[in-house]
């Protein structure tokens, strides 16, 4: 599907309202008395950054109606980037309020008030974390599932504080409207967190799932196949992905996305992924009947109906969706052209080798492999060898290259050398659909 502008309006309509509704608070009614420009400025953009973090709330709040609009990719790029810029602007509130006037130090002094100024240390504390364990990136010594829990308790911490100083201040929040908007906004901010962590698993157990089979794949992969168990099972389009939980309650710390491989309509969810950390290293050891809890669909890299034909680029198991998406379109006898380039180090690192070459059968569709090393002389199908660049993307675009829809997913060199080339070649933005597994 392509990327609804009208959709994008009105949930950046949103997000700006929630930053004007904050702001009214602090311009609306002012203290009678003004404490120089340089201190209300300060003030302002405390009120602002703490929007900039009660909105993170919804863009990580797994709401499929907001994805659609931008994508997972953007959507989650705009979370990194607005959660940056929020810390900036509290930090800055605070650098601010000292440099108009020292005596603000005293919020910081413990023998003037120790839990308010340990408070506002540790909230200080809080945000440079959150900051370095998002921007740099997952540190070795920590597993997703305890950066996923860090993430979450800092950005709570962050906004609870935030609420409580400003509440305890008081100094634009001196009477009870304005007070209640604020703890209000706040407590919404934290209630969307409930529901993801609390509220979703109980609803999760209505609707459990249990390991049908575990495949072992080229390149280092594995397939585990999920049956239903006892209801209908799971609606979606092929390119979504969902949130998978092993175990036998779905109230763990181990939840990770992952993007499913099966076919529209299909009775069990398959899904592929290489081994890499523990949690898809004991695929391999899943017995059949284990319980299993998944949450979605979720997801904009699906088919664009009005396309005339698909160019695919993709890395490793970026190709996962890829399958769902030609797998759907062989169940469909979708006639429409398919232009795939696959990017691997070598050919024992092809998932899916075998039946790429089968669906070239079945569809009208063209697969280039791009190969860091030369394969043996025996290979029976098209390769490039080297690393993908522009010219290599120019080199397959179609003639009519807005009546196409282009797809990239897979490691970040890769992605962006696709997305720079095709809006550098003239490619619509809207006909460009990333999926960033790194970014979730």
């Not at 010594?141 to 860090?150: G, K, M, P």
């Not at 099972?233 to 996305?257: E, V, Y």
């Not at 996962?320 to 006898?333: A, D, Q």
Request: charged share 20%.
């Amino acid at each position: 599907m392509q990327y609804s502008l009208r959709g994008g309006i009105l949930w950046l309509s949103v997000f700006f309202l929630l930053h004007l509704v904050l702001l009214a608070l602090f311009v609306l009614d002012p203290p009678p008395e003004s404490r120089g420009f340089l201190t209300e400025f300060a003030t302002g953009l405390g009120f602002v950054g703490m929007a900039f973090f009660i909105s993170q709330f919804i863009t990580t709040g797994r709401f499929k109606s907001v994805a659609p609009s931008f994508g997972t990719d953007m959507l989650l790029n705009f979370h990194r980037y607005a959660g940056v810029a929020g810390v900036v602007l509290v930090l800055a509130h605070p650098a601010l309020l000292i440099w108009s006037d020292p005596t603000f130090l005293r919020f910081f002094d413990p023998t003037v008030n120790f839990f308010r100024a340990m408070a506002l240390l540790g909230v200080t504390g809080a945000m440079l974390l959150i900051i370095l364990i998002s921007v740099r990136g997952l540190p070795r010594w920590l597993t997703y599932e305890q950066w996923r829990l860090a993430h979450s308790g800092l950005a709570v911490l962050i906004v609870f504080i935030g609420m409580v100083h400003g509440l305890q201040v008081s100094n634009y929040l001196d009477t009870l409207w304005k007070q209640g908007v604020w703890a209000g906004a706040i407590l919404i901010a934290i209630g969307l967190l409930v529901e993801v962590r609390f509220v979703r698993p109980l609803r999760m157990l209505k609707q459990p799932y249990r390991v049908h089979s575990v495949q072992e794949e080229q390149g280092d992969a594995w397939t585990i196949e999920l049956e239903p168990d006892g209801h209908e099972g799971l609606a979606f389009r092929a390119g979504q992905f969902a949130w998978i939980t092993i175990g036998d309650t779905p109230f763990q710390l181990q939840q990770n996305p992952f993007s499913i491989a099966s076919a529209e309509g299909a009775s069990t969810l398959r899904f592929t992924a290489r081994v890499v950390g523990d949690f898809t290293a004991s695929w391999k050891d899943l017995e059949p009947g284990t319980k299993a809890w998944v949450d979605g669909p979720y997801g904009a890299f699906t088919l664009t109906e009005d396309s005339k034909g698909f160019y695919f680029i993709v890395g490793g198991s970026g190709i996962v969706p890829v399958m769902s998406i030609l797998r759907t379109m062989r169940s469909r006898n979708d006639t429409r052209f398919v232009k795939l380039v696959y990017c691997n180090p070598s050919v024992s690192r092809i998932i899916f080798l075998d039946e790429l070459e089968e669906l070239q059968e079945d569809l009208n569709l063209r697969i280039i492999h791009f190969l860091e090393e030369e394969p043996a002389s025996d290979v029976a199908f098209d390769y490039e060898v080297g690393l993908l660049e522009q010219e290599h993307i120019a080199k397959f675009l179609p003639p009519d290259k807005n009546n196409f829809s282009y797809y990239s997913c897979g490691p970040a060199p890769l992605m962006d050398t696709t997305e720079e080339s095709l809006r550098a070649m003239g490619v619509d933005w809207r006909r460009i659909i990333p999926e960033r597994f790194g970014l979730i």
